[in-house]
């Protein structure tokens, strides 16, 4: 049987995936980006790190139902419960990263940095957080 990969080094992967992206493939102009599209790849990388790190610390894909979906209200509910003062970060990361960049596109450079810094606060608490 395969050893599965520690949670938050995947997650921390994500997100150093989306700085590729951004770094290698999208073109600055000033304090945008021209090209949306790797903005929006950047925002779903870095959204999937938050919820694979998320995932190995609250548990909550472990309470669905078969063939159920999470919503980020599970998210929200379970992070109630475990550490309040962090629903803020993970609603600022869900609607930085999730919503602006990865549907979004939004292509100001001080939108994105700030996005994943969201994230990375997100899995720096995940990894401080995660019990094998």
Known sequence: ???????IREAERYLQNAHK????????????YNDTKY??????AAWS???TALDAVLGVRDKLKKGQRLSFN??????????RKMINPLLGAYESCHKSMG?????????VRESLHQAKMIIDWADKHYQE
């Open 74 to 83: 599970d998210y929200e509910n379970a992070m109630a419960k475990k550490d």
């Open 103 to 111: 549907y979004d596109g939004n292509p100001s450079y001080k939108i």
């Open 49 to 51: 790190g938050v919820l």
């Open 21 to 32: 992206i951004l770094s290698e493939k999208a073109e600055k102009d000033g304090e945008y």
């Open 39 to 44: 903005v929006k790849l950047a925002g779903h």
């Open 1 to 7: 049987m395969a050893r599965l990969k520690h949670p």
